[in-house]
Antibody, heavy 116, light 107 residues
């Protein structure tokens, strides 16, 4: 069974930091580029960041560029998103997903709430 | 950035009816287009990729068509479990972008 389990969400003040993690199992992690997609309360989906299979290439939405850093540990089948200088508009459910194009595997999400 | 626009925002239909959802891209997305279904409190579920290829386990009543800037998701006969929000997403260019969603509700 494919599992993507996110963790690390929570409440933080504006300007603070959080580190999200995604633990993957049930598929060959090293065969998949990985991504984060977020969804603000009551809103649509927004792509946040993607990382290549090796981790050598990363891509970011303009809204998070320079504040978020995406990395992966292929030895531990984990994906990490370091989020700094958080803003109120970063408040959302953050989903980990396998793939950089069409994403067939998704986690259940971890909620990030940024208060001002 | 490619802007994805979905229509209608809400589609009211009865079980058994055919539903047609549209998605337009502000510039060519080639056939790099996916459709997702999302139910309340759940993660999105991939339905279609490559504009017309059904993902594993997706019922045949779901079909996708189109290319370049115009795409369509058709549900041939709505089942009770199909009432949800549907998103299109282009992955031809960075940044990847989603449409704003179409809510399919029971009439």
């Amino acid at each position: 069974e494919v599992l993507l389990v996110e963790s690390g969400g929570g409440s933080v003040q504006r300007g603070g930091s959080l580190r999200l993690s995604c633990a993957a199992s049930g598929f060959t992690f090293t065969n998949y580029a990985m991504s984060w997609v977020r969804q603000a309360p009551g809103k649509g989906l927004e792509w946040v960041s993607s990382i290549s299979v090796s981790g050598a290439s990363t891509y970011y939405a303009d809204s998070v560029k320079g504040r978020f850093i995406l990395s992966r540990d292929n030895s531990k089948n984990t994906l990490n998103l370091q989020m700094d200088s958080l803003r109120a508009e970063d408040t959302a459910m953050y989903y980990c997903a396998a793939g950089t194009g069409a994403r067939g595997y998704w986690g259940q999400g971890t909620l990030v709430s940024v208060s001002s | 950035e490619i802007v994805m626009t979905q229509s209608p925002a809400t589609l009211s239909a009865s079980p058994g009816e055919r539903a047609t959802l549209s998605c337009w891209a502000s510039q060519s997305a080639s056939r790099s287009l996916a459709w997702y279904q999302q139910k309340p409190g759940q993660a999105p579920r991939l339905l279609i990729y490559g504009a017309s290829i059904r993902a594993a386990g997706i019922p045949a009543r779901f079909s996708g068509s189109g290319s370049e800037t115009e795409f369509t998701l058709t549900i041939s006969s709505l089942q009770s479990e199909d009432f949800a929000v549907y998103y299109c997403q282009q992955y031809n260019n960075w940044p990847q972008t989603f449409g704003q969603g179409t809510k399919v509700e029971i009439k």
